[in-house]
């Protein structure tokens, strides 16, 4: 199993930034990817950025948003900045695991911290 703790959401103004953190601990032998999806009420949970052997983000966060990795730390970082109210939603941390060498991958998903963008 693989726990993942996330940190760093909050409330913000419009054009503040924010920077969110997920740690993954347990039965780690690779991770394959670590991104960030989010999730607004009433809509589906989408991916904002995701980071294998690079960097790839969806079109309204390139630009305010990067996704950065600590592979010694299992540490996954999404600074957002100049951030707008329709960031508001629940972030997740999601990361794609193997526990052995000969191993499928496996998803995790962190808990969810909540980002609100208001003034």
């Known amino acids: 199993q693989v726990q993942l703790v996330e940190s760093g959401g909050g409330l913000v103004q419009p054009g503040g930034s924010l920077r969110l953190s997920c740690a993954a601990s347990?039965?780690?032998?690779?991770?394959?990817?670590m991104g960030w999806y989010r999730q607004a009420p009433g809509k589906e949970r989408e991916l904002v950025a995701v980071?294998?052997?690079?960097?790839n983000y969806r079109d309204s966060v390139k630009g305010r948003f990067t996704i950065s990795r600590d592979n010694a730390k299992n540490t996954v970082y999404l600074q957002m900045n100049n951030l707008k109210p329709e960031d508001t939603a629940a972030y997740y941390c999601?990361?794609?695991?193997?526990?052995?060498?000969?191993?499928?991958?496996?998803?995790?998903w962190g808990q969810g911290t909540q980002v609100t963008v208001s003034s």
């Open positions: 999601n990361v794609k695991v193997q526990h052995f060498a000969v191993d499928l991958e496996h998803d995790y």
């Open positions: 347990g039965s780690i032998f690779s991770i394959n990817a």
């Open positions: 980071m294998t052997s690079g960097a």
